[in-house]
RNA sequence: UCCUCGGUAGCUCAAUUGGCAGAGCAUGCGGCUGUUAACCGCAGGGUUGUAGGUUCAAGUCCUACCCGGGGAGCCA
């Protein structure tokens, strides 16, 4: 291994250095050719002049296939037609690995050849882009959480039963009994919030939904805090606080990659910051109704009312208390109108909707076994979670941020498919 | 599960009223010393998703099925 990457080239401008990676394209004529080298930190262009290498090294540059591993050595000279501003002038060429009739050319593809090839795609500089800003917000939120405080707690991926007891779960086999992949890992950070105070679990999360959109995967990450003695009102202001810094990280990092290979206009985003707009559920529904949506009171949004929403801001919007019958068994009761629940969903703008749901939690005994029973739960897979109410229950909140629909958000993208390494689709579990 | 759109060369697509199945890219060969999804010339490449039907003639019309996209419901 080099110690060298394209990323740091700059470094060694006027030295001979040996870079590793792929042939990424290559174009030229009989006596030059361009080379475009990826090395997974970026991309620079290898110029190989005929009259500076010789027929024999010549005449391998020119015939090296798309994606061939190579070995490449030159002179690293500034140059101000290149995009980073660098370009290698070739005098050493070693053919690592070739590459025959690589199947994803530089012109336009299908979405399902795409993902067919989706472990090949993901050299593709758009793919390559997506996955390193992936990578920052994920470390950005875990960064924002470490420094406020939370203590990390992984929850288990195997669940006896469901968490919201409405959407469908992936069923497997377990030692002759049957469990269930997680589809939230909330219930166990209520507990762990009880031992730490402030917690938060990232993982995956398994939704069997017959979902065929650009808002859906069957497999997908999530983040999710839980913050003792917080009411609804707090983690507003943490949600808030919390895209206010990853936008801002994710921004600093990947300004270029997001407006030069995603295309993306960053302007937007430059509006994330705190206070996003509150709405109230019922204003919600007043404002769908004045432009015109066919909706009534209790109801949850669709795709397009949340669309409508959104764009009537510029910055992303809040709307809490839903009708409590519309949401989930575990969600607190509005103490100054029952029929609401203490709940928020987190809309980004752009038209891209919700990318967080979550709200204060039901901290009474019996009012929670009266909504487990209402919602035809079993009682026996809830009775650790009521532990929690009989031995000091205490307020708490928190709430789950999707990360790929807010990947999808931030870069941009028009499905959240491509905002995960490998997406699990309905109709999709290959690569 | 429902609604809707689609399936033609390795890939992306075209094919008029039912009348010889075509182009670009990719591949191979040739040309070009500054290309930016390079360009120019030539060549090879097809069981039109499957099965049946109508017709002198079906990529095109009809029936059934298979596969996929987008959306609804559900949610992050």
């Known amino acids: 291994m080099k110690d060298t990457s394209i990323a740091g080239i ?60 190579l070995r490449v050595t030159g002179e690293v000279k500034p140059d101000d037609r290149a995009p980073s501003g660098f370009e290698m002038l070739v005098s050493g060429i070693e053919l690592v690995a070739d590459s025959v009739d690589y199947p994803i050319s530089p012109k336009d593809h299908g979405v399902d050849f795409l993902l067919e090839n989706r472990h090949l795609w993901l050299r593709s500089s ?145 509006k994330v910051k705190a206070p996003f707009p509150r709405v109230h559920y019922d204003e919600a529904i007043a404002m769908l109704k004045e432009k015109g949506q066919d909706l009534e009171w209790g109801g949850d949004f669709g795709g397009e009312d949340e669309t409508i929403l959104t764009k009537a801001f510029d910055r992303p919007i809040f709307v809490h208390r839903f009708p409590a019958a519309i949401k989930a068994f575990y969600m607190a009761p509005d103490p100054e109108d029952l029929k609401y629940s203490l709940s928020v969903d987190c809309l980004a703008p752009e038209g891209y909707g919700e990318i967080i749901g979550g709200g204060q939690r039901a901290d009474n005994l019996e009012y929670l076994q009266e909504r487990i029973a209402e919602h035809n739960l079993p009682s026996g897979p809830y009775e650790w979670y009521l532990d929690l109410r009989r031995y000091g229950s205490f307020p708490h909140a928190g709430f789950g941020i999707g990360i790929e629909r807010t990947l999808a ?23």
């Open 126 to 270: 758009k793919q390559h882009a997506l996955m390193r800003i992936r990578g920052t917000l994920i470390s950005a939120l875990r960064e924002f959480f470490d420094k406020e405080g939370y203590l990390l707690v992984d929850a288990p991926i195997f669940t006896p039963s469901s968490v919201e007891g409405t959407t469908t779960l992936f069923e497997v086999e377990y030692f002759g009994d049957k469990a269930y992949l997680t589809q939230s890992g909330q219930l166990y950070m209520e507990a762990a919030a009880a031992a730490h105070g402030k917690v938060y679990c990232f993982g995956p999360t398994f939704r069997a939904e017959k979902s065929k959109t650009r808002r859906h995967l069957t497999e997908f990450w999530m983040l999710e805090p839980e913050i003792a003695f917080a009411n609804l009102d707090d983690v507003m202001e943490i949600q808030e606080q919390m895209l206010e810094f990853v936008t801002a990280k994710v921004l600093a990092k990947h300004r270029d990659e997001l407006e030069r290979v995603l295309e993306r206009d960053c302007t937007p985003l430059e």
């Open 409 to 431: 958000w931030l870069t941009g993208r028009q499905h959240i498919r491509e905002c995960i390494p490998f997406p699990r689709l309905m109709h999709r579990i290959q690569p």
């Open 10 to 69: 700059g470094e060694f401008s006027g030295k001979t250095v040996t870079l590793e990676g792929w042939l990424y394209n290559r174009r030229g004529s009989k006596k030059l050719q361009f080379l475009q080298i990826r090395d997974g930190s970026g991309t620079i262009q290898a110029v190989v002049a005929l009259a500076d290498v010789g027929e024999e090294l010549f005449e391998l540059a020119s015939g090296l296939n798309q994606e061939a591993s």
